[in-house]
């Protein structure tokens, strides 16, 4: 993957201009990539053997707790990192600013230079695809949301199955939560496709 440094030293030699340079302190795309990626990656891995683990809490309570456990943090740290407050969304509320600016510069210039038209162009490209990925991390933001909220409510009932000896029961609930883990870690994987769309700078002929 092409950093937005390096991306954005390519459109300077297509242009030949200075003014596109990001200074150090500036959000940087490469840099949420990795962020987000990390997120998504440490998802993926916390579901590595859970439905192993979820058999293996058939007949202990304590299991099951531990697993339920395990399962709400997953969900909590997803929530975590997508929230308002958080590093993932300000460099993306940075990104989007930057590249508005950017989109509009080439605009100007190309009032008098036609050949800044498909940089504006590029930029323009490159807001959708941020304003796309946004629109999913705050969407998974609420949907895990509701997932946490979901699994503290039902955890008492969970067990409650175990302590009458009606595993299948606290099992199946389990299973339940492990899908809608999965789905969130299926919802995670296109956040990090979108955010690797976001990496490029197409330019147009």
Do not use: C, H
């Amino acid at each position: 993957m092409k950093t937005s440094a390096l991306v954005l030293a390519g459109v300077l030699a297509l242009t030949g201009t200075a003014s596109l340079a990001q200074s150090a302190d500036q959000p940087d795309m490469g840099r949420l990539f990795e962020k987000v990626n990390a997120v998504a990656a440490q998802l993926q891995e916390n579901l590595s053997g859970l439905d192993a683990n979820i058999q293996a809490s058939r007949d202990s309570i304590e299991k099951g707790g531990e697993v339920l456990d395990a399962m709400l943090d997953s969900v909590k740290r997803v929530n975590a990192s997508m929230a308002e407050d958080s590093e993932i969304w300000t460099e993306l509320d940075g990104l989007l600013a930057l590249w508005e600016q950017r989109r509009k510069e080439a605009l100007e210039k190309s009032e008098s230079n036609p050949a800044f038209q498909p940089i504006a162009q590029a930029w323009q490209s490159r807001l959708n695809t941020g304003r796309e990925l946004r629109n999913q991390i705050s969407t998974e933001r609420a949907n895990s949301l509701a997932l946490m909220r979901a699994i503290e409510s039902d955890r008492d009932i969970v067990l409650a199955y175990y302590e009458l000896g009606q595993a299948d029961k606290a099992i199946q609930s389990l299973q339940q939560v492990g899908a809608n883990l999965t789905s969130l870690n299926e919802n995670m994987q296109a956040i990090v496709k979108t955010a690797s769309d976001a990496q490029q700078v197409p330019i147009a002929p």
